[in-house]
């Protein structure tokens, strides 16, 4: 398998987006595309779909567009459902439906040879099966279980209509259609927005192992790190390959450049001083051959291009001239966060200069704790308390505080009234709006710009406290690194959620870990917390069914459990699961009423106490599950 273009472009609406791509992809190559915002990186993944996107680019060449061995190409945006009333579940064996039908196919054999002895049946049905086998018939059920659990959804989710989940969650269900068709290249446009850290490590381990070819776009270093050994980068409209990873495309970029440089600047001398030897003795008759001999080299010459500077423009701000908090900067004391439900108890004290970062699955707390203690919603019980002379920055990653009716001006200026118009322009031009740009209005703004511009209504105030919920969610990676930058040499307290494990290990010293017993406090970094991690794994004993092979004469008795205190458990259960969707229902018919449809905040709150509701419904039904089967257990070993 082989796709090639060479000295394509693409143009939309005018503008030329990609002037020369020069791209190929052969079989099991793990490609990733990086580039800022806006560079073409998912217009270039629609012209793979779709090869009428592309036209001539400015290179030497004509056009060429090259596929050998016909792939299959699949593409997470081409990715839609049907039928939004069929279940989870079915929506993903729909993935398997030609496995599926020769299971059908197997089963109706067997009842048929059941009644009667047929030779001739009997041989097509061993010939089907050992097709069967094959094509991975007796282990594709175990592969959509665990990947339907490792996205984060529960066994009931499973028999839920596909209508019933969010927008995230529909884009992960196509997402996990996408990777079980298998195709030949996979192209997958950020696969880790809307996923947590365990997911994206899971995603991770899963994209190494595939046995075809794929194409990532992503603004995820590690991820890019971690899965892609070759690297094609877009700038200033060109694509540029490179065989490596992430790291290495890094310090390669840096060369090429140097190196690039040294050469023009290198030609650029030999110019002047052949140019000047000529100029010196073209009119000397003795020295005419001489002058000549110069002339031709200058001639012959091929003319290195000066190389564009490594586009690294983006936003500016200075956090020096802040003012100084006390010691202790915030205290929660039992503080029980959540809607309806408790989703953590914690205590916690931050100290001046500490840099917290909050990991853990999605709906499990992480942002509740960040609202609760910027005091947007009210604990469950307990309290929070600044310290003296602490001024906090709140950043929302839902950006629920702009508003899509004002310019970038008005909304600068609604949180900064005491600014005048040229002070505002000022701040926001360092930003990246300049000129025109301080007259757009925000429903037009990228997700990138949105964050630019929340960023700078904050951050002009000097903070001295910053709560930062998902900051590089939208940003591209110079954006990032600038971020981390700036979060490396500030000098005031710093406490913030990230999926983006680069962002956690570069900038946090210290993590707070939600998981579902609650949440664990680590004084120390993400790198000391993962060896920490690997570290228990390593150590963890052989499961029993090992150890029961090793020693087979040994017999394991059960504990003795009381079946009726067991029961009456069950029952509790079973009636708060019946508690807890009935509320959820109630939820997702609130949200389609007008005006919480038309109201983002509203819509953002009820959206976070669904989440909460789909997390506690997880873990009920886990012990539900756990429970049940100790009974089962408990009556075999009595009989």
Request: glycine content about 6%.
């Amino acid at each position: 398998m082989k796709i090639s273009i060479k000295n394509g472009a693409v143009t939309l609406a005018g503008n030329n987006i990609l002037e020369q791509i020069d791209f190929e992809i052969k079989d099991n190559e793990h490609i990733a595309i990086v580039g800022r915002n806006g560079a073409g990186k998912t217009t270039f993944l629609k012209a793979l779909i779709d090869p009428d996107l592309l036209e001539e680019g400015i290179g030497e060449e004509k056009l060429q567009i090259t596929k050998i061995g016909n792939p299959h190409i699949g593409y997470l945006k081409q990715i839609e459902f049907d039928d939004e009333s069929v279940t989870l579940l079915s929506e993903i064996r729909s993935s398997f439906s030609s496995l599926v039908a020769m299971e059908e196919k197997l089963n109706r054999y067997v009842e048929i040879i059941n009644k009667k002895t047929d030779d001739k049946l009997i041989n097509e049905y061993t010939n089907l099966q050992e097709q069967f086998k094959l094509l991975g018939g007796y282990s594709y059920q175990k592969e959509y279980e665990v990947m339907i659990h490792k996205f984060g959804f529960s066994e009931s989710d499973k028999e839920k209509a596909i209508s019933t989940f969010s927008g995230g969650q529909k884009t992960k269900i196509a997402l996990m259609k996408l990777l079980l068709s298998k195709p030949d290249v996979l192209l997958l446009d950020e696969p880790t927005n809307h996923l947590d850290i365990s997911t994206i490590e899971w995603l991770e381990e899963y994209l190494r192992k595939y046995k075809g070819a794929f194409i990532v776009v992503s603004h995820d270093r590690m991820f890019i790190n971690n899965t892609c050994s070759i690297i094609y980068d877009i700038e200033y409209g060109k694509m540029s390959r490179y065989v490596g990873n992430y790291e290495f495309y890094e310090r390669e970029k840096q060369r090429r450049y140097e190196r690039m440089l040294s050469d023009y600047e290198f030609q650029q001398k030999e110019i002047k001083r052949l140019t000047a030897i000529y100029e010196r003795f073209r009119f000397k008759p003795s020295k005419a051959g001489l002058a000549m001999s110069r002339l031709h080299q200058l001639e012959k010459m091929e003319i290195i291009e000066k190389p564009n500077k490594i586009d690294m423009n983006t936003f500016k701000t200075n956090l020096k001239e802040m003012e100084t908090s006390v010691k202790t900067v915030l205290t929660a004391e039992d503080l029980q966060i959540g809607y309806d439900i408790p989703l953590a108890t914690l205590n916690l004290s931050i100290t001046r200069g500490k840099k917290i970062g909050i990991i853990g699955a999605n709906g499990i707390g992480k942002s509740t704790l960040l609202k609760t203690l910027h005091g947007i919603i009210e604990p469950i019980s307990g309290s929070v308390s600044y310290g003296l002379r602490v001024n906090p920055g709140y950043f929302d990653q839902s950006l629920a505080f702009l508003s899509k009716d004002h310019t970038v001006l008005e909304e600068f200026r609604n949180f900064h009234p005491e600014l005048e118009e040229t002070k505002c322009r000022q701040a926001l031009g360092s930003f990246l709006f300049k000129g025109e740009d301080v007259y757009k209005s925000l429903s037009v703004l990228s997700g990138g710009e949105k964050v630019r511009l929340q960023l700078c209504k904050i951050l002009y105030n000097k903070p001295n406290f910053l709560i930062l919920d998902e900051p590089t969610n939208h940003m591209d990676i110079v954006g990032k690194e600038h971020l981390e930058n700036i979060l490396e040499e500030y000098e005031g307290t710093l406490i913030f959620v990230s999926h983006d494990r680069y962002f956690v290990k570069k900038i946090a010293n210290q993590l707070l870990v939600f998981d579902a017993n609650g949440t664990t406090f680590y004084p120390y970094g993400y790198e000391e917390y993962k060896r920490g991690q690997e570290n228990k794994e390593e150590k963890q004993p052989e499961p029993r069914e090992k150890k029961q092979k090793k020693e087979p004469s040994q017999e394991v008795k059960s504990p003795s459990v009381n079946l009726y205190t067991l029961r009456k458990e069950v029952n509790k259960l079973e009636q708060e699961i019946i508690r807890l969707e009935t509320k959820k229902e109630e939820y997702n018919q609130e949200f389609l009423k007008n005006d919480v449809i038309n109201d983002y905040q509203k819509a953002n709150a009820l959206q976070e106490k669904i989440k909460e509701l789909e997390t506690s419904l997880t873990l009920n039904y886990q012990k539900w599950e756990e429970l049940t089967d100790l009974i089962l257990t408990s009556k075999k070993d009595a009989n």
